[in-house]
């Protein structure tokens, strides 16, 4: 099978510092030179490292990573928008490529003139523009504009052209960033057809996004990218799925013993327990967890009302135990100790929480400990199922499991 | 299926570059519609500048330098002769400018779509023509006004006006390379130019050089010999000095091949220095 796109051994390095130099600057640092002066260390940033990959024709390919991975990059030098400082890069066919809003289009230039010039430079003749004029207006809906220049045009609009343009001039290579990102949820969902049709007729798509959803059901292949190097090459549900362990375990990482303080009273740990009251660095899902906040109090405290939550990463916790709900308050506390708080047969999918907390004052609920998150914990475990996008749909929506069943009634063929 | 190979490393103009520039010509035909276009489309007086320009300079010329100097004139009316000179200068230093400015211009261009860049620079030079053809004909209008007929050697005029052109390529192509490194080619170029209004025999005529230097002077300042060759053409009916003319061409069309092979050789940082 032959490959769309080779990637040999490609480095890309910027230098840092100023977008461009004056004559002055050049004769200060040659004069330095000669005179024996130590040059500034120039700051070279590697976007690309010695990166080595290929794509075989009429492949789904996704690129991920963190920003500044060099995703981008990857995809500026295949459309030869740039040019890698060492190595090479082999592209087969005629090239589409949307990296930002804007890409392949004049500013200057009609919605019509731009539709010709990229046609032109996709080297199609004029009549096969012609031919795909219509599709083109239609799937931008740009409608009146496109006899204006580009540059009146919203950026929604630019979008939405230079997506048509890039997806439907008959590419062999489809490259698509980000970009798709910025338009609204009806636009995004046509492009992802779009791409969809096209590898279905055998195109090449090199896909960059942070939207694991759409990586997963739309790519076979992916590869991870991080400052500049591939981490991960393989089937993209396994190269999602590390993603998304590696950004949790950062995550996780970054969080390891703080302590918080309030007026009087301290939170110095929180620890996990299982059910044997074991310590436990993660939860097994379906089995009892014990949270147990261990506190320093400077003085005797009366009534200090606990709370505990759970967060999925969206605004506001989606479980709470608190005990000015359950009036459960323990009179006083001084000293050192510990609170616990055990959540029955957790039922929560495998992935990554926070744990949230604070303590309010019995009387007139003041606040002794801000509510603010005290730690992660993993929910032990693999995601099963065999849902097009399984990974990434339940690592980034609900958490809560309970049990289902699908049912069918007339008109459904299964 | 073509291959496209993006190696690492500085370009080099090969067999493969004008092949290519041969597939972009629409792509340059554009660029150099939209640059007219945009020119006159937001100026008030719109295509009238192609004639004010030359017109008035050439009588602001004609006043000072024939009325208060002794500088001669061939023979010919004042007016016509700095007319003839300013036509081909007028020309070249603003086809020179607009194309040395093309790729700082087009930046946004060149960081997002792949073309050979070489086509933003040649149509600044391009774009140009459509001014030179007209100031052309206010000089060929002027002339009449004069009593003076068209000659059997206007047939030589897309001589000089080839060589026009070519000679502005050559300083466009490279200048416009230097310029995405070194902003300051915004500034000197004026002056620059400013200068090369001078040594260019545009206010007097060639024969005040040395007759021991004219021809070499001639040959390597292709505006010297554009503007002389104009004049002889259209002002005295006379043909122009062919192999002075011709050798010009020849060596402008060397340095438009060397800015050319510069060019290419900082094309592939031009994306990320711009």
């Known amino acids: 099978m032959t490959d769309a796109v080779v990637f040999e051994n490609v480095s890309k390095r910027f230098r840092g510092g100023q977008a461009y130099r004056a004559l002055r600057d050049d004769i200060v640092g040659a004069l330095g030179r000669v005179v024996g002066l130590k040059r500034g260390s120039e700051q070279v940033v590697r976007a690309l490292d010695d990166v080595s990959f290929s794509i075989p024709e009429g492949q789904s390919f996704a690129l991920l990573g963190p920003n500044g991975a060099g995703k981008t990059t990857a995809l500026k030098v295949a459309s030869r928008i740039t040019y890698p400082t060492s190595g090479r890069v082999r592209v087969r066919g005629r090239v589409g490529a949307l990296i930002e809003v804007g890409t392949g289009m004049h500013p200057e230039l009609t919605g019509r003139e731009n539709v010709d010039l990229y046609g032109r430079i996709l080297g199609l003749s004029r009549r096969d523009v012609r031919s795909r004029f219509d599709e083109i207006v239609e799937f931008a809906d740009i409608g009146g504009a496109l006899e204006q220049p580009v540059k009146q045009f919203s950026s929604g609009m630019q979008l939405r052209l230079g997506f048509a343009l890039a997806a439907h001039l008959e590419p062999d290579v489809l490259l698509v960033d980000e970009a798709i990102a910025v338009g609204d949820a009806g636009f995004q969902y046509r492009c992802v057809e779009r791409m969809r049709e096209l590898v279905q007729e055998g195109r090449t798509l090199v896909f960059v996004s942070h939207n694991m959803s759409a990586i997963e059901s739309l790519c076979e292949r992916g590869v991870l990218l991080d400052h500049g190097r591939i981490t991960a090459d393989g089937p993209a549900r396994d190269v999602v799925r590390d993603y998304l362990r590696q950004v949790e375990a950062s995550l996780v990482e970054e969080d390891a013993a703080r302590s918080v303080t309030g007026g009087g009273l301290a939170i110095v740990d929180v620890t996990l327990h299982d059910e044997s009251g074991g310590r436990v660095e993660e939860a097994a899902p379906g089995r009892p967890l014990t949270v147990r906040l261990h506190f320093r109090a400077s003085s005797p405290i009366d009534e200090p009302i606990f709370e505990v939550g759970l967060n999925d990463g969206r605004i506001g916790p989606f479980a709470l135990a608190s005990m000015l709900i359950d009036g459960q308050a323990p009179r006083s506390i001084s000293g050192e100790g510990y609170v616990d708080c055990t959540f029955a047969d957790l039922p929560l999918l495998p992935r990554v929480y926070e744990l949230w907390g604070g303590v309010r004052h019995g009387a007139g609920f003041g606040d002794l400990v801000d509510w603010q998150r005290l730690r992660f914990f993993r929910v032990a475990g693999e995601v099963d199922g065999g849902g097009p996008a399984a990974v990434s749909h339940s690592l980034s929506n609900a958490p809560v499991r309970l049990p289902y069943r699908w049912g069918f009634g007339g008109g459904v063929s299964n | ?274």
């Open chain 2, 1 to 274: 299926m073509p291959v496209l190979e993006v190696v690492g490393g500085p370009g080099r103009l090969s067999r493969e570059s004008f092949a290519e520039l041969w597939h972009f010509r629409e792509v340059l035909w554009a660029f150099v519609v939209r640059q007219v276009k945009v020119r006159y489309k937001q100026a008030v007086v719109g295509i009238g500048w192609a004639i004010i320009q030359p017109v008035l300079a050439a009588l602001v010329f004609a006043l000072f330098l024939f009325r208060y100097s002794s500088v001669p004139s061939e023979g010919v009316p004042a007016l016509l002769f700095t007319l003839a000179g300013m036509t081909g200068w007028t020309y070249f230093s603003s086809a020179t400018a607009l194309a040395s400015e093309s790729l700082v211009t087009n930046q946004a261009l060149l960081r997002k779509i792949y073309f050979p860049r070489e086509v933003l620079p040649l149509s600044g030079a391009l774009a140009g023509v459509l001014d030179l053809l007209l100031a052309l004909g206010v000089l060929v209008v002027v002339t009449f006004a004069y009593g003076i007929g068209p000659a059997l050697s206007w047939v030589a005029l897309p001589l000089p006006l080839l060589l026009l052109v070519v000679a502005a390529a050559a300083f466009g192509n490279g200048l416009s390379a230097i310029n995405v490194y070194y902003r300051d080619v915004r500034y000197a170029l004026p002056f620059v130019l400013q200068l090369g209004l001078f040594v260019s025999p545009i206010a007097y005529p060639l024969s005040v050089v040395p007759s021991s230097w004219r021809t070499i002077y001639a040959i390597l300042n292709p505006v010297a010999a554009a503007t002389d060759s104009l004049r002889r053409i259209v002002v005295h009916g006379h043909w122009p000095d062919f192999p002075v003319l011709l050798a010009s061409i020849g060596w402008s069309l060397f340095l438009l091949l060397c800015s050319y092979a510069f060019f290419k050789r900082l094309e592939r940082g031009f994306s990320d220095r711009v």
